[in-house]
């Protein structure tokens, strides 16, 4: 039963999950606020992996995303619906439910092939000059899409949402609460047993001291190429994901605020820890949601007039706000160093997850 | 390019080159003494236009002086406000945490999350409705042999230099610049000398802050439109360019202003100029890349 638990609450849960949304017993609102906390789970905790873990300040993030977000969603369009660039599509729209898994990764490897503008310059720097490195491969690729007026520019890119209706036109299923289900389990089961490996456990040493690690003949130029690959990788499935949920990308959303949406995260739950980094996702896509929730509660204030949106404003101030509150009173954030089964270990009775 | 252009392009490039040098010298400054990379400055640069905004308008309208004399007043009001904003962010941000010992990535992290408070508190008190910039002296536009260039392009350039000369003469050959020196040097020996380290420090910001607000005062003058965002980029271009001279030195980031200037101005003159910010930031990548110290920097190597 020990061994199984995890395996069995996930698929109840994945079950469950698909179950509502198809019999659209809850709101569409709360499975698309579900959708995203798959998304910010999956940005977190493989942002996690190079801030945490590896001990490296990587700021650009939302870049990879980015990158991930136009690579699924241009061939997704380009090969399964009607389109502005090729006008027909070039395979059969039905072959999208079987194809759509592999968009996704195709997005992610373009993002992984992408981390190596971040990866190679890490081998000499690190620190604060990694992390302006980080900062500039962001705006390079955001100011480099702009620039590509076939995909739309600075204006963005739609026509995601057809893809998915001719998933469901094959067979009606909420495919795309399935598939984000599927890649944040995933992208957890990876980093979870990429830094447990004995090859990861070297990720960990760059951390502690990298001259130390390279001495105890960890080879860090390749561990450190590894792992921006694979964490600007998931952060493209995440970018491909987000694009499909919304529908539509443009390149100014993937901005340095989407990056601080993802360091928020990772240094809310806590560094190098990967169920700390789950519940920061899980928690800051609540707060995000709160605020929102907070606007609409003001508005039935009579003195507050209905043009006025608080909460989108002062997002942005009470996001930084809670992060510099953080680094002066618990710079360890909620969970530290720890995993779920360090801070209770009684726990460990009753799931294994490897 | 005929000769006249040449001379227009390298003019126009000295006026942005003067921008990002006056910004950079606060980057370098505060690297200098603190080694902390203060992202929030590109925003004390913005917060520098607005108060010389706000300054100018209301020595406008309320008391009705002429422009030159508005213009005298707003100067010195700017870079006091500004600096009082600079120092209370060393002050409640910064500090705590250099008493506590924190790791250096909280305080970057810090720093770029003041930005961004900043930023949007701004946006979010005052609006996202653009403000004009009123006039404070007449633009004269002089043309000589087919290069044009107005009188303000000409200020620009010339408080530049002069802030770089009052700068370095700070630093060299004053007892705070000495002190500042000391501290980049060894941290950890400037204390048992009796230099009160916090006193240097508010100092430092002090001066990086009103060079921001300079620069904030006279970019409003040249292109008078405000907006929350307006520090964003060009901070980040400023850095750039201190990054580019080699951080931490005030020659390597005036010369590195210049320098990126010149190849935007350059990018602009040949590429389409929605190329110019991809361009720029290339730059850095590869200049990072290659010689991850800048022009002027110093190598230091790392002790086991």
């Known amino acids: 039963m020990q061994r199984y638990s995890v395996q069995l609450i996930l698929i109840a849960l994945g079950g469950l999950i698909t179950y509502l949304a198809y019999e659209e017993a809850i709101d569409l609102y709360i499975i698309s606020v579900l959708m995203f906390m798959g998304v910010n789970i999956i940005m977190s905790t493989s942002l996690n992996l190079v801030n945490g873990n590896m001990g490296e300040f990587s700021c650009g993030h939302a870049g990879f995303m980015c990158v991930g977000a136009y690579v699924s969603s241009v061939l997704g369009v380009l090969l399964f619906s009607k389109n502005k660039i090729l006008a027909a599509p070039l395979l059969n729209p039905e072959m999208a439910v079987y194809f759509f898994p592999f968009i996704i ?101 760059i ?37 499909y949920i919304i529908g539509y990308v443009n390149p100014g959303s993937f901005n340095i605020l989407k990056s601080t949406e993802a360091m928020v995260m990772v240094y809310l739950g806590g560094m190098g820890s990967l169920s700390g980094a789950v519940i920061a996702a899980v928690l800051f896509t609540l707060l995000t949601e709160g605020l929102r929730f ?36 618990r710079p360890e954030g909620i969970m530290g160093n720890r995993e779920l089964s360090d801070l209770f270990p009684g726990l460990k009775r009753f799931y294994k997850f490897k | ?13 000295l006026q942005w080159g003067s921008f990002y040098a006056l910004i950079a010298l606060g980057y370098t400054m505060v690297y200098g003494v603190l080694v902390l990379i203060n992202f929030a400055h590109g925003d004390i640069f913005m917060i520098g236009a607005y108060v010389a905004f706000f300054a100018a308008t209301f020595i406008l309208s309320t008391l009705g002086l002429p422009g030159w004399a508005a213009l005298a007043l707003t100067i010195p009001i700017t870079m006091i406000v500004t600096s009082l904003v600079g120092v209370s962010i ?60 107005t009188n303000l392009k000409i200020a620009v350039i010339v408080t530049a230099f002069i802030c770089f000369f009052i700068l370095h003469w ?31 420090i508010v100092v430092t910001f002090v001066l990086g802050s009103s060079f921001a607000a300079l620069a904030g005062l006279l970019f409003a003058m040249s292109y008078p439109i405000l907006e929350p965002y307006m520090g964003a980029l ?12 080699g951080i931490g030195d005030i020659r390597g980031a005036f010369i590195g202003g210049f320098l990126l200037g010149a190849v935007e101005i350059m990018v602009v003159a040949f590429f389409p100029s929605t190329y110019r910010d991809l361009i720029a930031f290339t730059v850095l990548l590869v200049i990072l890349s290659f010689k991850p110290t800048g022009l002027f920097g110093i190598a230091k190597t790392t002790k086991i």
């Open chain 1, 105 to 205: 990764i195709a997005g992610g490897l373009a993002a992984a092939l992408t981390g190596l503008l971040v990866a190679i310059p890490s081998y000499r720097t690190r620190g604060d000059y990694l992390a302006i490195i980080t900062i500039a491969a962001n705006y390079i690729i955001i100011s480099a899409i702009e620039n590509m007026n076939i995909i739309g520019g600075s204006r963005g890119f739609m026509g995601m949402k057809r893809v998915v209706n001719s998933m469901e036109d094959v067979l009606y299923l909420p495919w795309m609460v399935i598939w984000v289900f599927v890649f944040t389990i995933g992208t957890v089961w990876l980093l979870r047993r990429y830094t447990s490996s004995t090859f990861g456990k070297g990720v960990n040493a």
């Open chain 2, 90 to 149: 060393e002050r409640i941000a910064y500090r705590p945490l250099r008493r506590k010992g924190a790791h250096r990535l909280y305080v970057v992290i810090t720093a770029l999350m003041c930005g961004l408070i900043l930023e949007n508190g701004n946006l979010a008190l005052l609006g996202a409705s653009r403000k004009a910039f009123p006039s404070l002296i007449s633009e004269h536009v002089y043309t000589i042999g087919g290069v044009s260039f």
């Open chain 2, 234 to 245: 060009i901070g980040w271009k400023a850095f750039i360019a201190a990054v580019v001279g």
């Open chain 1, 294 to 329: 907070a606007d609409v509660l003001l508005h039935y204030l009579w003195f507050v007039p209905d043009s006025w949106h608080y909460s989108q404003v002062w997002k942005w101030v009470i996001i930084p706000l809670i992060l510099i509150i953080l680094m002066q009173f």
């Open chain 1, 207 to 243: 951390c502690q001291d990298e001259v130390a690690a390279e001495i105890m003949s960890v080879n860090t130029n390749k561990m450190k190429t590894i792992t921006f690959m694979l964490s600007s990788g998931l952060a493209g499935v995440a970018g491909g994901l987000f694009a």
């Open chain 2, 170 to 200: 700070i630093v060299t050959k004053t007892k705070v610049g000495m002190a500042m020196r000391a501290i980049s040097y060894d941290k950890f020996a400037v204390p048992l000398m009796g230099i009160p380290i916090d006193n240097i």
């Open chain 2, 1 to 13: 390019m005929s000769t006249a252009s040449l001379i227009q392009n390298i003019i126009n490039a």
